[in-house]
């Protein structure tokens, strides 16, 4: 009766090759998947590029400090203390990304990779004090307009650091196709506010000054209030999926269903569970093989699967939980409510 149920169950896993579905993404919910390089070539990247985000910032404060003491204009008081708090947060990121990179340790088993969720937290917090603080300002320098001075300085120092800044996203946006860091995606998000900033303050210094629209000044300093709390909400947005353990995009959760699937002794999966701690992946799913398959095979089966999925997501932390083709028994853990995002069984919505 063993070898009979087993040939069944033989039977129902090759009619099953066939029809296995590989879930399609919703294009209202997925977006491109960017390659991913291993956390240790992410460690010495988001390294390199945190590293020149100080001193960026440093360079910013400096350049902006001699222009709002040279002509008094607040847009240019808005833009520095914009770039005096990016110091604040380009520090706090220098050291988050160097220690969400430390290996795990007894206290820590899945790494320290949620520090740079929490350096996130804190780069939100300072970009709505800022944006608090320039709008008070600037709602009082509209109420008493005053004349900006020196304009053509402002304006070029303004040009100077717009141009720094961009340059800068550029490198971090460069970082963050191949690392997905969340700090330096938060710190990106800060000197992509601190472009608007700049362009502003441009806006308005070049108004007060040439056409003598003293308001214009406060004006844009408003902008770039408004514009900064935008930023930072996108900011929090993302620490807070990081924090609670958000899923992986449906594109990579379609690539990963793909690279399991691709080899035909694996039926069918289910439990798919992803999420993202700093620089490495966390992925578990149950993989269904035949029944007869003896513990060896199924450890050479998941391996393979295992090295499939590494070559997508190089360093990721893999779970692959063998389950026999045909027995539709669940494991009892809290998570597996029917119809669960990532719960299905047969590759559909896995």
Same mark, same amino acid.
């Given at each position: 009766?063993?070898?009979?149920?087993?040939?069944?169950?033989?039977?129902?896993?090759?009619?099953?090759?066939?029809?296995?579905?590989?879930?399609?993404?919703?294009?209202?919910?997925?977006?491109?998947?960017?390659?991913?390089?291993?956390?240790?070539?992410?460690?010495?990247?988001?390294?390199?590029?945190?590293?020149?985000?100080?001193?960026?910032?440093?360079?910013?404060?400096?350049?902006?400090?001699?222009?709002?003491?040279?002509?008094? $204009?607040?847009?240019?008081?808005?833009?520095? &203390? @914009?770039? !005096?708090?990016?110091?604040? *947060?380009? #520090?706090?990121?220098?050291? %988050?990304?160097?220690?969400?990179?430390?290996?795990?340790?007894?206290?820590?088993?899945?790494?320290?990779?949620?520090?740079?969720?929490?350096?996130?937290?804190?780069?939100?917090?300072?970009?709505?004090?800022?944006?608090?603080?320039?709008?008070?300002?600037?709602?009082?320098?509209?109420?008493?307009?005053?004349?900006?001075?020196?304009?053509?300085?402002?304006?070029?120092?303004?040009?100077?650091?717009?141009?720094?800044?961009?340059?800068?996203?550029?490198?971090?946006?460069?970082?963050?196709?191949?690392?997905?860091?969340?700090?330096? $995606?938060?710190?990106?998000?800060?000197?992509? &506010? @601190?472009? !608007?900033?700049?362009?502003? *303050?441009? #806006?308005?210094?070049?108004? %007060?000054?040439?056409?003598?629209?003293?308001?214009?000044?406060?004006?844009?300093?408003?902008?770039?209030?408004?514009?900064?709390?935008?930023?930072?909400?996108?900011?929090?947005?993302?620490?807070?999926?990081?924090?609670?353990?958000?899923?992986?995009?449906?594109?990579?959760?379609?690539?990963?269903?793909?690279?399991?699937?691709?080899?035909?002794?694996?039926?069918?999966?289910?439990?798919?569970?992803?999420?993202?701690?700093?620089?490495?992946?966390?992925?578990?799913?149950?993989?269904?093989?035949?029944?007869?398959?003896?513990?060896?095979?199924?450890?050479?089966?998941?391996?393979? &699967?295992?090295?499939?999925?590494?070559?997508?997501?190089?360093?990721?932390?893999?779970?692959?939980?063998?389950?026999?083709?045909?027995?539709?028994?669940?494991?009892?853990?809290?998570?597996?409510?029917?119809?669960?995002?990532?719960?299905?069984?047969?590759?559909?919505?896995?």
């Amino acid at each position: 009766m063993g070898a009979e149920l087993s040939r069944s169950l033989d039977r129902a896993r090759m009619d099953n090759q066939d029809s296995r579905t590989v879930p399609t993404p919703n294009p209202q919910r997925s977006k491109p998947a960017p390659a991913i390089v291993s956390p240790a070539q992410a460690a010495r990247l988001t390294r390199g590029v945190t590293a020149l985000s100080v001193g960026v910032a440093v360079t910013l404060v400096l350049v902006k400090l001699i222009g709002w003491r040279s002509s008094g $204009s607040v847009a240019m008081l808005a833009s520095l &203390a @914009d770039s !005096g708090l990016d110091v604040v *947060a380009a #520090v706090a990121t220098f050291v %988050a990304v160097r220690y969400a990179a430390t290996p795990p340790d007894e206290d820590h088993r899945y790494g320290h990779g949620k520090a740079e969720a929490f350096s996130s937290l804190l780069q939100a917090t300072l970009v709505f004090t800022s944006a608090a603080l320039i709008g008070w300002q600037a709602i009082v320098r509209l109420l008493a307009p005053q004349a900006v001075k020196t304009g053509a300085e402002s304006l070029l120092i303004m040009v100077v650091a717009t141009a720094a800044t961009g340059a800068l996203v550029w490198v971090q946006s460069w970082v963050l196709s191949r690392t997905r860091s969340l700090a330096v $995606s938060g710190d990106r998000a800060h000197y992509i &506010a @601190d472009l !608007g900033s700049n362009l502003a *303050a441009l #806006v308005g210094i070049g108004l %007060a000054s040439f056409l003598h629209w003293e308001q214009a000044d406060a004006l844009a300093g408003l902008f770039v209030a408004a514009w900064l709390v935008w930023g930072a909400l996108g900011v929090l947005k993302d620490s807070s999926d990081s924090l609670m353990d958000r899923e992986l995009d449906d594109a990579d959760r379609s690539a990963i269903t793909t690279l399991v699937l691709a080899d035909p002794a694996i039926a069918h999966m289910h439990a798919l569970r992803t999420r993202a701690s700093g620089p490495v992946v966390h992925i578990q799913l149950h993989a269904e093989i035949a029944a007869h398959t003896t513990l060896v095979e199924a450890q050479d089966i998941l391996v393979r &699967a295992e090295q499939r999925v590494h070559t997508k997501f190089p360093g990721a932390d893999i779970l692959i939980l063998p389950d026999p083709l045909g027995y539709d028994a669940r494991h009892g853990h809290a998570l597996s409510k029917e119809g669960a995002k990532g719960d299905e069984v047969e590759g559909e919505q896995i």
